[in-house]
């Protein structure tokens, strides 16, 4: 008897995968593909540093910048699969930009989604000179001069720019688009009343500081530093979900047991007071999803973007 318990238990041992026994087995390694110091990054090394606490293994970041997150995407596809690489992946990366240029990367075929980690805080500002204090006062001021109303953005085809282009199709207004090389730049334009509004992130701290109003918050949710600022689907818009948000994409071909454990890190790491007061100083607030349901809000954000692009006629130019 209990020579077979010993062989069954050992045969019980052998079925369950390898990698779900002993991973991780080495050092994990975060691929950011954006600069130092950015959103992205921040939030990364701050949810990642204290999952890989958790599993027990360092973790090595690893910026490889450029071409709107393209060059550190291709390079995490191109590696062998170790079950050790992952990839910081942002709403532009998966869900924009591929309907705008051809990317060297298949968002579904490519990648297997881990983990959703958080959402950047973003408003709707304007300059004070603009004659409205709420977001209904805007758009009727908006539609009694159209054109005559610009707003910033970090870009062109940006989600900043987005923003913009969601709230003047629900709206039915028609604002001039000014993109600028980085949200602090069209931040410093609005401040000095060169565009009239913003959908940033950059503007909090001026409407903070009573230099900028803040009309509405573009996250789900109320800011906690803003309570009289409301959501700009309270004020009836925003009736599709789309957010600047931020997760962890694994190559394809990663043991499924590893993304799991991975997954579950991430949520437990994000549960943690500390870490959630964390991303909220770092301008952001934790917004998870597992797996599936990562995958599920990757796919209708696509969908929604793609249509938001194609009726503004949005072109990289």
């Known amino acids: ?117 958080c959402t950047s805080w973003g ?45 003047q199709l629900e709206a039915g207004i028609n604002l001039t688009h000014v993109p600028y090389r980085g949200s602090a730049p069209a931040t410093n334009a609005l401040l000095a009343g060169e565009v009239q509004a913003q959908f940033d992130q950059t503007c909090l701290p001026h409407v903070k500081a009573g230099k900028l109003i803040g009309l509405a918050m573009l996250s789900d949710v109320r800011h906690p530093d803003f309570p009289d600022v409301p959501t700009l689907r309270e004020a009836g818009y925003r009736k599709e979900e789309g957010d600047s948000w931020f997760g962890i994409l694994a190559p394809a071909g990663t043991s499924p047991s590893v993304v799991a454990k991975l997954d579950n890190a991430i949520a437990e790491a994000l549960r943690s007071p500390d870490i959630i007061e964390k991303l909220h100083l770092g301008g952001c607030y934790v917004t998870y999803l597992n797996p599936p349901d990562f995958r599920s809000r990757i796919g209708a954000e696509t969908a929604m973007f793609g249509n938001i692009i194609q009726k503004g006629n949005i072109k990289l130019q």
């Not at 110091?37 to 204290?50: E, F, L, M, Q, W």
């Open 1 to 117: 008897m209990r020579r077979r318990a010993f062989a069954a238990s050992a045969l019980a041992a052998i079925a369950v995968p390898a990698a779900a026994q002993e991973w991780p087995t080495k050092p994990l390694r975060m691929v950011i593909p954006y600069p130092p110091g950015g959103p992205s990054d921040v939030s990364t090394r701050i949810v990642i540093d204290r999952v890989a606490q958790r599993l027990g293994q360092p973790v090595v970041f690893d910026n490889k910048a450029g071409a709107s997150g393209m060059i550190g995407a291709e390079f995490v596809k191109n590696q062998p699969v170790d079950s050790h690489t992952f990839l910081t992946t942002t709403t532009a990366m998966v869900c924009i930009t591929r309907h705008l240029q051809p990317i060297p990367f298949d968002p579904e075929k490519d990648f297997v989604p881990v983990s959703r980690m």
């Open 123 to 167: 408003i709707f500002a304007i300059h004070p000179s603009v004659p409205a204090r709420t977001v209904a006062e805007f758009v009727a001021y908006a539609k009694a001069n159209p054109g005559k109303l610009n707003f910033g953005s970090s870009g062109l085809a940006t989600i900043t720019h987005l923003f913009g282009e969601m709230l």
